[in-house]
């Protein structure tokens, strides 16, 4: 194994530390706690892979949208993770809900989400999806193509009320990655200001008594860090308004700016600055909205995964190390059915070696998973000690958003379970998913 020698000691250095939660220690090498939990005793007491969500830092991520955002309305995207204590942390904080099928919807609602503070997305929401949203009354749906104009209408009745909004294109290219940009003419979502389908469905939907438009919506991407796709977007955004306002005297009242803010993976990776994020979004629509003669309508944001993702630590147990074709293969117990963002957006990660002291000297090693495909690579460039051996355990930190959510049935592996770690005390929230839960979903022959 070729060796890294540099002066490193085995606990992590507080760069090294900015990626996790913050109730982060190291006590000692190897002996990282979050929630004031150890890892090590959550890996023994749950087994391996588990998902660990630190309550403190959702709760605090929350805060930190409310103070920045204090006049703005901000829906956690639940499709970044949603179980039933994920609803209740984000209702206790003041935040709505955004969901995408019927499934989110139901779990939201069990856990007792207030339906009207819940918005239902999508760009193919099926008849289901659209009756159980009638049925629990969420707040908003979000028009994503003209025939749900009809649709939707039809489905509320005409003795029936909904509030909607429209998904508008900016024609904005923003985000991590092509197959995360949504802002942009060539993609699946939403309805385009250039070619006239956005204005052509805002006066369909102006027909429809039924229907109250209370607003635009567009989400440029995900995983944007730079402040200047937003202002562009309140520029567009404003500018389509004021045409409304022209055309059909219409002022409405809000608009949503979607979600997409940043965050960092790996230690010195830049993330997305909430405060100069908010104040400049509000300087930029004030200013736009003076510019069109408009009253400034009520912001709504909608971030999922800069609230779950940093909340978020993976633990693994490796299962072998292997030395072959100049590399050094570290295999674990999990893998892209639990994660597939590496495979599908080519994400890095920082993953560190915990439960134990290892070598001061770290090796770079490639952290791969235990399923049947050479893509499987949890992180292609990782630095552990170069005494990683089976047995070991290693922690991924940033994998509280789009992990679990995107997990997969591959190979029968079974989902990991959640434990939630608060204040000392560790507690499962989703239990692992077992072979006769695999089994009793088998039901022909
Ligand atoms: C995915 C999504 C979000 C959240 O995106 P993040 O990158 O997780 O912040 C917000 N709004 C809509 C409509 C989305 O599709």
Not at 265 to 291: F, N, Q, S
Request: glycine share 12%; net charge neutral; charged share 20%.
């Amino acid at each position: 194994m070729t060796t890294i020698h540099e002066p490193v000691t085995t606990t992590a250095t507080p760069e090294e530390l900015a990626v996790w939660p913050s109730s982060t220690t190291e006590p000692h090498p190897g002996g990282a706690t979050v929630g004031g939990v150890s890892l090590a005793e959550v890996a023994g007491r749950y087994g391996t892979p588990v998902y660990v969500l630190d309550e403190g830092e959702v709760r605090r991520r929350c805060r930190a949208y409310r103070d920045a955002f204090p006049e703005a309305e901000v829906h956690y995207a639940a499709k970044a993770f949603l179980c039933r204590a994920m609803a209740h942390w984000v209702r206790d904080e003041g935040l709505g809900l955004d969901v995408c099928s019927a499934g989110e919807l139901e779990l939201a609602v069990a856990a007792g989400f207030p339906a009207d503070r819940i918005v239902l997305h999508g760009n193919a929401k099926t008849p289901h999806d659209l009756k159980r949203a009638l049925w629990y009354g969420v707040g908003r749906i979000v028009i994503d193509s003209p025939s749900e104009i009809a649709r939707i209408a039809a489905a509320v009745g005409p003795d029936g009320h909904q509030k909607v909004m429209v998904r508008v294109v900016p024609g904005i290219s923003a985000g991590g990655h092509d197959k995360i940009r949504t802002g942009t003419e060539d993609q699946k979502f939403g309805l385009s200001i250039s070619d006239g389908y956005a204005q052509r469905a805002i006066a369909r939907i102006l027909d429809q008594p039924q229907l109250e438009l209370t607003g635009l919506h567009c989400h440029l991407g995900s995983q944007i860090t730079d402040v200047k796709p937003y202002l562009a977007a309140v520029r567009r955004m404003v500018g389509l308004m004021a045409r409304l306002k022209e055309q059909h005297g219409l002022a409405l009242p809000e608009l949503d700016l979607g979600g997409g803010h940043g965050i960092a993976y790996r230690p010195g990776e830049p993330a997305m600055d909430l405060t100069r994020l908010a104040r400049k979004v509000r300087a930029e629509l004030t200013e736009a909205c003076a510019a069109a003669g408009l009253t400034v309508p009520r912001l709504v944001i909608e971030p999922g995964r800069a609230v779950a993702g940093p909340a978020g630590v993976a633990l693994y147990r490796v299962v072998s190390v292997k030395h072959t074709g100049g590399r050094t293969f570290v295999a674990v117990d999990g893998g892209m059915s639990d994660n597939p963002r590496p495979a599908l957006y080519g994400v890095r990660y920082a993953p560190r070696l915990v439960g134990r002291r290892g070598s001061v000297d770290l090796a770079p090693v490639t952290v791969v998973g235990r399923h049947c495909e050479a893509g499987d690579v949890l992180a292609a460039d990782a630095r552990l000690p170069d005494d990683v051996r089976a047995g070991d355990l290693i922690a991924l930190p940033v994998a509280g958003a789009y992990h679990l959510s995107m997990a997969s049935g591959y190979n029968a592996v079974g989902r990991p379970p959640v434990v939630a770690v608060h204040a000392g005390r560790a507690r499962l929230l989703v239990r692992r998913e077992s072979l006769e839960d695999i089994h009793s979903r088998d039901v022909g022959l």
